[in-house]
Every structure is written in structure tokens, then in C-alpha cells.
């Protein structure tokens, strides 16, 4: 089974900070690597697929980059909407997907 | 407007059986690939189950197999899950969630319900 491994597990930032993600592969997966949003209580909302795509109707201030094994998403302006839990997932073995531990983004 | 609504959670004890549907509307669902994934308490996504557009295909992850069946109405627009065999660790949060793939071919789970809570407790 294919691993992913997200860092850091929690964040604390300001609005307006530039935030940084990464998602880690236990082995190479392409580009076949979305993020996803999830606010608490909600089901999770789609961010970016195919490592880089952005969904239609996600702010651009969302940008994921990356392919292989290492993977990042990028929040370039901190929005007080953004603070939520974000999980990376990999789509290499597809239908038979993982998704990383989580990472949660809280208000400093 | 794309929808999936989950139905069909609740308390069972160990050992118990539970049914879960997802009603879709908005879109051809006979077209679309489904899955299940679950979320245990303030644990994260766990891929549960696919199956394909007819049916024919399906793959579960190896902590359900043999006690979970998904299924599919397309005549209903409906998305099942039997569970059986339930265990405390089976305690979770069950999201129905769609497929779209791009013109690319690159897949992704673009459309999600709103979940419905599944309690293994005596």
C-alpha cells in the first residue's frame, strides 16, 4: 500500500501568512496526488487534483505543486475561511486510494 | 445542483448489521464511478469502498472485506453499503463521495455528502 505522510500535523498561523503543506509518497505516484478541505462537521471539499489543477470555483490564493513522491499545497494569503483541516490523497493505485494523516490549520 | 445525501446510520451493537444509502440527484448518475470513505472520531479519510458505473466492478479496503457489500440502483440514483459483522472500530463518519474524471483522465472525488454517523456500542 502506498503511505502518505503530510507535515507538519498542525499549524498555527495569522491572516494573511503564507502557509505551506507537504505531503510525502512512500513511493512514486506521478501526478495523481488531490488535496482536499474539511471544515469540522462538514464532508471534505475538493481542492486540487492532478498535483497542480485547481478545482473550479477554489480561490487562486490555493496552489499545489509537486510530483513523485513530494507534494506541496500552498495557502499564498492566510483567509479567516481557510482555517480548517486539509488531507492530501493519492490516486496512483486508483480505485484503491489513500489519504495522508491530515494537517490542521488553526488561528494564531 | 450535484447532491448526495447519506441515510441509514445509527446505534448497533457488535456483531450487528447496517445499511447505508446515498440518494443522488443533480447529475446522470448512472454515469459516474461511486465510493464510500469513512471517518472514524477526530481520526482522519479512510477509503472504504468503490464500484464502478454499472456495477461491475468493485474493490473494498482490506478492513471491510468479506463483512462489507457496496451495491448500486442506477434505475434509483442510489448508492448502497451493507454492513455486517460491525465492529467498535467500525464506528465512523460514512461519506458517500463521486468520481469525475478529467479531460486528462486524471480522477478525483469531486462531489461528497454530508455524511451519516455509524455507532458500534453495546
Known amino acids: 500500500d502506498i503511505q502518505l505522510t503530510q507535515s507538519p500535523s498542525f499549524l498555527s498561523a495569522s491572516v494573511g501568512d503564507r502557509v505551506t503543506i507537504t505531503c510525502r509518497a512512500s513511493?512514486?505516484?506521478?501526478?495523481?496526488l488531490a488535496w482536499y478541505q474539511q471544515k469540522p462537521g462538514k464532508a471534505p471539499k475538493l481542492l486540487i487534483y492532478?498535483?497542480?489543477t485547481l478545482q473550479s470555483g477554489v480561490p487562486s490564493r490555493f496552489s499545489g505543486s509537486g510530483s513523485g513522491t513530494e507534494f506541496t499545497l500552498t495557502i499564498s494569503s492566510l483567509q479567516p475561511e481557510d482555517f480548517a483541516t486539509y488531507y492530501c490523497?493519492?490516486?496512483?493505485?486508483?480505485?484503491?486510494?489513500?489519504f495522508g494523516g491530515g494537517t490542521k490549520v488553526e488561528i494564531k | 445542483e450535484v447532491q448526495l445525501v447519506e441515510s441509514g446510520g445509527g446505534l448497533v451493537q457488535p456483531g450487528g448489521s447496517l445499511r447505508l444509502s446515498c440518494a443522488a440527484s443533480?447529475?446522470?448518475?448512472?454515469?459516474?464511478?461511486m465510493n464510500w470513505v469513512r471517518q472514524a472520531p477526530g481520526k482522519g479519510l479512510e477509503w472504504v469502498s468503490y464500484?464502478?458505473?454499472?456495477?461491475?466492478?468493485?474493490y473494498y479496503a482490506d478492513s471491510v472485506k468479506g463483512r462489507f457489500t457496496i451495491s448500486r440502483d442506477n434505475a434509483k440514483n442510489s448508492l448502497y453499503l451493507q454492513m455486517n459483522s460491525l465492529r467498535a472500530e467500525d464506528t465512523a463518519v460514512y461519506y458517500c463521495?463521486?468520481?469525475?474524471?478529467?479531460?486528462?483522465?486524471?480522477?478525483?472525488?469531486?462531489?461528497w455528502g454530508q455524511g451519516t454517523l455509524v455507532t458500534v456500542s453495546s
Open positions: 463521495a463521486r468520481v469525475s474524471r478529467s479531460d486528462t483522465a486524471m480522477v478525483n472525488f469531486d462531489y
Open positions: 443533480g447529475f446522470t448518475f448512472s454515469s459516474y464511478e
Open positions: 464500484i464502478s458505473s454499472s456495477g461491475s466492478t468493485i
Open positions: 513511493q512514486g505516484i506521478s501526478s495523481y
Open positions: 492532478a498535483a497542480s
Open positions: 490523497q493519492q490516486l496512483n493505485s486508483y480505485p484503491q486510494v489513500t
